[in-house]
């Protein structure tokens, strides 16, 4: 069971172009959304999270707007830049799960040209 | 900080031969996870230890598997009898003393690719 669905797969924005990944969750149990930054041959890193209490949250570039109502939340990137290029996961987890284990999204794929 | 270490990065193995994995958390780190990430795919949950103890386990992961984390320090992760579907990439993620109310960040080491020849 597909617990949270990512799109799109790949997605390809010119230098300075703002980057939108959206995601849809199914468990309204789950109360923590990150997003994570992979890079080839890397583990993911935490890029930005958000909880459900509030509807958006920006550090730098980077972006979470978040829908309650409608069990969706996107990552946007503004300003996009080559270095951008990685692969995006979107992420929930609930606290009635004790172990916080993140249930991931099939990743989107950016390119960044320059 | 040294951030979370994983040993070895690639693995190539015949089918049928076990392999051994080794994790390093972040050394104040209480939770460990592993996590198995096929290509093309997100990372999926395999096991969660809190200190020394493996509390959860999901269904992907098979009589073949098994992990430990023995003194709540470093973890492995056996897989016997190895088959080709068990390629992909193991990665492992640690976490700090929970805040009441607060979801602390998983840090994920750089994985262990194994192939199963």
């Known amino acids: 069971q597909q617990q949270v669905k990512q799109s799109p797969q790949s997605l390809i924005v010119q230098k300075g172009g703002i980057s939108i990944i959206n995601c849809a969750y199914e468990?309204?149990?789950?109360?923590?959304f990150p997003w994570y930054q992979q890079f080839p041959g890397k583990g993911p890193a935490l890029l930005i999270a958000?909880?459900?209490?509030?509807s958006e949250k920006k550090e730098g570039r980077f972006t979470i707007s978040f829908n309650k109502s409608a069990k969706q939340f996107s990552l946007h990137i503004m300003d996009s830049q080559p270095g951008d290029s990685a692969t995006y996961f979107c992420?929930?987890?609930?606290?009635?799960?004790?172990?916080?284990?993140?249930?991931f999204g099939s990743g989107t794929r950016l390119l960044v040209r320059p | 900080d040294t951030g979370v270490s994983q040993d070895p990065r690639h693995k190539i193995t015949k089918r049928g031969q076990n392999v051994t994995f080794r994790c390093d958390p972040i050394?104040?780190?209480?939770?460990l996870y592993w996590y198995r990430q096929t290509l093309g795919q997100g990372p999926e949950f395999l096991t969660y230890?809190?200190?020394?103890?493996?509390?959860?386990k999901s269904r992907l992961l098979s009589d073949r598997f098994s992990a430990e984390r023995p003194k709540g320090s470093f973890s492995t992760l056996e897989i016997q009898r190895t088959e080709q579907g068990d390629s992909a990439m193991y990665l492992c993620?640690?976490?700090?003393?929970?805040?009441?109310?607060?979801?602390?960040?998983?840090?994920f080491g750089p994985g262990t690719r194994l192939t199963v020849l």
């Open positions: 993620a640690s976490s700090g003393r929970e805040s009441p109310g607060l979801v602390d960040t998983q840090y």
């Open positions: 230890f809190q200190n020394e103890a493996q509390l959860e």
């Open positions: 958000i909880r459900p209490d509030v």
């Open positions: 468990n309204t149990a789950f109360d923590y």
């Open positions: 050394s104040e780190h209480n939770r």
């Open positions: 992420a929930a987890s609930r606290r009635m799960d004790s172990s916080y284990k993140l249930i």
